[in-house]
T-cell receptor, first 113, second 108 residues
């Protein structure tokens, strides 16, 4: 089991563009959470998906949206990119919603120029 | 509102010396607290959680509800303990609230 995988590893976009990040959860996990980690800060919760629905959302604008597929993989979409969206985006999976053991992926480094 | 505070950005200790990373929290319910660690070029991983009350890699952490603290301790630091440490609090749905992190540097 490769654990949680994310793609791509790095991404450079221009302000105003749209981006899609992808995550495959650890085998057997059905819940996926997304976090944004700005430089020098701890990860900030964006949202969580369970049973293909967004179950919880952090304090992020509607420009941030997501999706979960029947195989539990997930996408994070960000529209109208701002310079401040530059960060490391982490995906975490867990066995079920409410489970406290979350496994993190290596992250996608997004740079907005 | 839930909040996690790690007052030290950087902690520099000598090998063999004790190390303590401070973490304070605010949460209206019954907290579930964790310490995550990120070694250089590795992904974020769970170090320990308060409900298991176990020692991992020599680290322990005690939840003090009166002081709303969850400090991480190790009696004798090793060079391989150099890493970024994050204290985190989980709500009942598994949403993690992280502190800003403490960079630990262990020098020989």
């Amino acid at each position: 089991d490769a654990g949680v995988t994310q793609s791509p590893t790095h991404l450079i976009k221009t302000r105003g563009q749209q981006v899609t990040l992808r995550c495959s959860p650890k085998s057997g996990h059905d819940t996926v959470s997304w976090y944004q980690q700005a430089l020098g800060q701890g990860p900030q919760f964006i949202f969580q998906y369970y049973e293909e629905e967004e179950r919880q959302r952090g304090n992020f604008p509607d420009r941030f949206s997501g999706h979960q597929f029947p195989n539990y993989s997930s996408e994070l979409n960000v529209n109208a990119l701002l310079l401040g969206d530059s960060a490391l985006y982490l995906c975490a999976s867990s066995l079920t919603q409410g489970s406290y053991e979350q496994y993190f992926g290596p992250g996608t480094r997004l740079t907005v120029t | 509102a839930q909040r996690v505070t790690q007052p030290e950005k950087l902690l520099s200790v000598f090998k063999g010396a004790p190390v303590e990373l401070k973490c304070n929290y605010s949460y209206s319910g019954s907290p579930e607290l964790f310490w995550y660690v990120q070694y250089s070029r590795q992904r974020l991983q769970l170090l320990l959680r308060h409900i298991s009350r176990e020692s991992i890699k020599g680290f322990t952490a005690d939840l003090n509800k009166g002081e709303t603290s969850f400090h991480l301790k190790k009696p004798f630091a090793q060079e391989e303990d150099s890493a970024m440490y994050y204290c985190a609090l989980s709500d009942s749905w598994g949403k993690l609230q992280f502190g800003a992190g403490t960079q630990v540097v262990v020098t020989p």
